[in-house]
């Protein structure tokens, strides 16, 4: 359900770009990583890989699971929450582990959160927190890179400018660029596997921000 109202209704907020490194979307069982940079990026990250036919197990902040009717739709759909900073995250771990078994392609943001601030330019893809390594080796699950550029010329900013930026982006109809970059599995050095995972989101987010950047939007180099 959530994939396909992203389907429907990211459309409407912008013009949204997808390309990838190789033909079709994530194989089945696969783990893919995406850049965080506003509250607007899930519903463009998940819009984009329906339409390349995949709709992901999202592993999302538990906050979200507070909303009622959000939280029987995420908790109906196998949506997997995160308590960060909590005993309880190593479940979301356990549960990723039993949708890839399953045959499910499980999303993740391996930065854990937004950038701090509004930095003025969108920032590259920082430190990822180790549950991806985990989560990874413990499965042998091919790791999919997928960048993203754009989103918070939909949603950025305090609670004001957030409203203000949904509500006129219908027509301003800004930008969005994803880019899936080629699989890779992760290595067994927990710190040299993160440092290659970043690097593939890097160069993902590098070709999603340069075509963004060819209608003059301003990226961090």
Known sequence: MLSRVAGLVVPLLGRLDVTTDAAGGPATGSIVIANHTSLSDPAIVLA????????????????LWRIPVLRRVLTREGHIPVHRHDPRAAQAVRDARAALAAGRTVLLYPEGGLPAGSPPREPPPRRFHPGLYHLARS??????PLGQAGAPAVVSGPPVRQVAGLLTAPLRRPRLCVHVGEPLYLGRGRDEALDAARTALTRAWCVAARRLDARSHRVAP
């Open 139 to 144: 499965t042998g699950a091919p790791v999919v």
């Open 48 to 63: 984009a890989l329906r339409r390349l036919g995949t709709e992901p197990v999202v592993l999302a902040a538990a906050g």
